[in-house]
């Protein structure tokens, strides 16, 4: 598979480490009311769609960028990637 | 219809014209006791054990496609039961204990075949955790042998046992272990099922669940409505996809495995041995070809098929490990979808539905577990309460802390 990063053009896909669904960028706030439900949802639940799939990967041997991947989990195609950075910067996971 | 050999004799000088169908293709009916959502190794092991184990009637198995067209058709057909927690390793044994008399249980020839597992040890510290997995196992009642350097070589003195890198120390045998006919027992199942009455309906996939005042009422399927009072899924890989319907999220992910086979080869390896130092595993089938294979490719997955890399690694390590391999030619390879788990253990538990159970997360050591994982699963569905060596496998364990996580390595399916 190969990973159009956004800065650095097509990429192999050997060169990332996957981590998994990018919902993890949203992480609840430990302080909050009900945080202990929220964090065993956050760590251990899972949509586990089959279609598109928006997904963490890390340029381990790269630039040691975080990118969100949207994937079809049934083709393997990818659809598009973008700056973990970027998106929280906008506010959104 | 019973098999046997001298069945087998007169067939054949009758000209093989009594051999039936091994099983009806009845229409579903309205309404079942018992609904298995799946139609693979762990449904039909379920349907098999809730009819003949536990006496129930009024079973039904739905299965999308066909019988045994998912996991079970398509696994490295290895048994053994060489786990080092407690929450597993006695469950595990069970099923090696129903692997051993399971041919005489369903009168179908599943080829089981006890021919040893070796898993190789390439450091000191490897040997020490090898020892306590070793000990592990005959505290639950499996048998297992540590063995040194010139005990590997004896078996199998084609291994490059002077690897610069990772030379072989030893490995832990179990010698009941092995592998099994994996059709075989799918089909030896749905035989046995069938003949107890049970109706095997495949071409008939579950699209919703009914579900009333929290209650299980039955299923929608592509054929129609079917009431049931007790409905249990084991869909493996589809586990997520299908639970979702009961508005259930799962602590899975779908992952891609792939498994390949080489050209039919004279016989070279007698049993199974697994590469310490990397993940490659490899047995020979009885037609001649190695069965071999090693890691998920590592991100999420429907596809039943997977990418080069993982290729290129598995034969890596089968070049470490033998490098005779590589005069070998590939045959084929291919994928199947498993439900990895966050803890990397099973699931066989009630759900938050009154009378919805599931049976999942079995990541990719659903094979060996299917007679325990179907006799389990029947014993929960027919007594409400898990069998004795299932305790553990709840699926709020998550949520109290209490995983079994044979390789420590955390919430993160792709490292188990």
Redesign the interface.
């Known amino acids: 598979?190969l990973i159009p990063h956004p800065l650095l053009g097509p990429r192999d896909?050997?060169e990332f480490t996957?981590?998994?669904?990018a919902a993890l960028l949203d992480r609840p706030d430990g302080m909050a009311e009900g945080a202990e439900a929220a964090f065993?949802?956050y760590?251990?639940?899972?949509?586990?769609?089959?279609g598109l799939?928006r997904?963490l990967w890390f340029h381990e041997q790269g630039d040691r960028s975080w990118l969100v991947v949207t994937?079809d989990?049934?083709?393997?195609e990818i659809v598009s990637a973008e700056l973990a950075s970027d998106i929280k910067r906008r506010g959104g996971a | 219809m019973r098999f046997s050999g001298l069945r087998v004799i007169k067939e054949a000088l009758t000209g093989h014209r009594g051999w039936k169908p091994l099983w009806r293709n009845p229409e579903p009916k309205p309404e079942y006791d018992f609904i298995i959502v799946g139609g693979g190794g762990h449904g039909l092991a379920t349907a098999y054990y809730l009819a003949s184990t536990f006496g129930q009637a009024r079973i039904a198995v739905l299965e999308k496609g066909w019988l045994g067209s998912g996991n079970i058709g398509r696994n490295t057909t290895i048994i053994r039961s060489n786990y080092l927690l407690p929450g597993n390793e006695p469950f595990y044994e069970f099923s090696m204990k129903l692997w051993e008399g399971l041919e005489q249980e369903f009168n179908f020839n599943a080829m089981v075949s006890q021919r040893g597992i070796l898993n190789l040890c390439h450091s000191d510290g490897q040997r020490d955790a090898f020892r306590r997995r070793g000990n592990a196992m005959l505290l639950a009642g499996a048998d297992a042998e540590l063995l040194d350097q010139d005990g590997v070589r004896a078996m199998y003195p084609f291994l490059n046992f002077d690897n610069a890198r990772f030379p072989i120390k030893g490995g832990l045998l179990q010698r009941r272990a092995g592998t099994a006919r994996h059709d075989g027992v799918a089909w030896g199942y749905a035989r046995g099922a069938d003949l107890r009455g049970v109706d095997l309906i495949q071409n008939c996939e579950v699209t919703g669940f009914r579900i009333e005042g929290g209650a299980i009422r039955g299923v929608e399927t592509t054929r129609g409505y079917i009431g049931a009072k007790k409905v249990g899924v084991a869909v493996a890989g589809s586990s997520?996809?299908v639970m979702?319907k009961a508005g259930m999220?799962?602590?899975?992910?779908?992952h891609v495995l792939q498994a390949f086979v080489s050209e039919g080869l004279k016989p070279c390896i007698d049993g199974v041995i697994t590469f310490g130092a990397g993940h490659f595993y490899v047995s020979q089938s009885d037609k001649g070809g190695l069965v071999f294979g090693g890691d998920i490719d590592?991100?999420?997955?429907?596809?039943q098929r997977g990418?080069l890399?993982v290729v290129e690694d598995v034969i890596e390590g089968g070049m470490a490990l033998m490098p005779m391999i590589g005069r070998a030619r590939l045959l084929r390879s291919w994928g199947g979808i498993m439900d990895m788990s966050?803890d990397g253990s099973p699931i066989i538990d009630a759900t938050d539905v009154d009378g919805l159970y599931l049976n999942a997360g079995w990541c990719y050591g659903g094979f060996k577990a299917t007679p325990a994982s179907g006799y389990a699963f029947a014993h929960l569905l027919a007594t409400g309460r898990p069998h004795d060596t299932a305790t553990a496998f709840r699926l709020d364990r998550?949520?109290r802390g209490a995983l079994i996580d044979e390789k420590g390595v955390g919430?993160?399916?792709?490292l188990h």
Not at chain 1, 73 to 76: A, K, R
Not at chain 2, 249 to 254: A, C, K, Q, V
């Open positions: 598979m896909a050997q996957y981590l998994g669904d065993f949802d760590t251990y639940l899972r949509d586990n769609p089959a799939h997904e994937r989990t049934v083709t393997h | 997520g996809r979702q999220r799962l602590p899975i992910e779908s590592g991100y999420n997955s429907y596809a990418n890399p966050m998550f949520r919430a993160q399916p792709n």
